[in-house]
């Protein structure tokens, strides 16, 4: 809808003219401020199972309700705030917030199923990681199977055995563990097979190529393939088209999320998403 629409312009001329107007430091101050202010708020997207359509998770995705510029998203702040200290309180209130929106639909039946978090580098890398989530959890009452942690290729690759060494109590605690954009970056293959992990998310610059491109097919079929011979599940982000759907749901993919299921909601729209799938 129209909603959407501006959106969608905004993300377009923003970049431009945030270059011009922030340097990073008014950028930090103004993030420092935001986390004091409760600026920031997480949406939501569905991934569902192509054959039923069934919500199988939702991804958190981070937003900046800022005082002049309007609904930021990641691409507007997440740089310079991954070069700052500031990113470890703000990835923390991420994790924790999630965790009591896994909580809340759970008891509300809204959504009881597991949700996605996109960890920071900084955030994986604390010591003690994996001994913080478990306090957060337990706190607030929330079991580890309710979230699930989407680390990049990179998170993985920067020290394997460190990466382990994390990942293992992680599960061990039951939360699940998502490689985020699997394709863009630099993993050894042969580590696939030693890392604990649960899940692939192939990056949607592949499924942008599908159906025509016949790299973007032949790539985005080698994943599907390979993530079910190791084991793991498969989903695909940036799903925006029936023709995609299709090919995927043929390939024996797991989940999907795009814009033809629905585009990141707050929380409102997405509770009034889900209950209207339970009773359409
Ligand atoms: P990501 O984790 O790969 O998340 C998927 C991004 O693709 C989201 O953008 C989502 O809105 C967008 N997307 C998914 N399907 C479609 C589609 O069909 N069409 C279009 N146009 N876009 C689609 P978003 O929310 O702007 O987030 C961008 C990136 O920022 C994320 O990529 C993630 O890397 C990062 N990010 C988001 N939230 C957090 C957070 O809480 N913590 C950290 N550390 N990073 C975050
Ligand atoms: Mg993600
Ligand atoms: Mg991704
Ligand atoms: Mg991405």
Known sequence: GAKTLGEKQYQFFEPVMAQAALNDLVLETQLREGLERGEFELYFQPQVDPVQGRLMSAEALL???HPTRGLLTPEHFIAVAERHPLMVPLSQWVLRQAALQAQAWHH????AVPIAV???RMQFRLDGFADAVREVLAQINV?????QLELTERMLMDDVPAACETLRALRALGLTIAVDDFGTGHTALAHLTQLPLD???IDQSFVAGLPHENGAVAITRAIVQMAQGLGLRVGAEGVRRREQWNLLQDWGCHELQG???APPLSVADFEAWARQRQNP
Request: charged fraction near 25%; charge should be positive; hydrophobic fraction near 45%.
């Open 118 to 120: 996109n960890l920071s």
């Open 63 to 65: 937003r900046w309700r």
């Open 259 to 261: 814009e033809m299921v």
């Open 199 to 201: 899940k692939l998310k």
């Open 143 to 147: 079991p580890g199977p309710w979230l």
């Open 108 to 111: 509300s039946g809204v959504a």
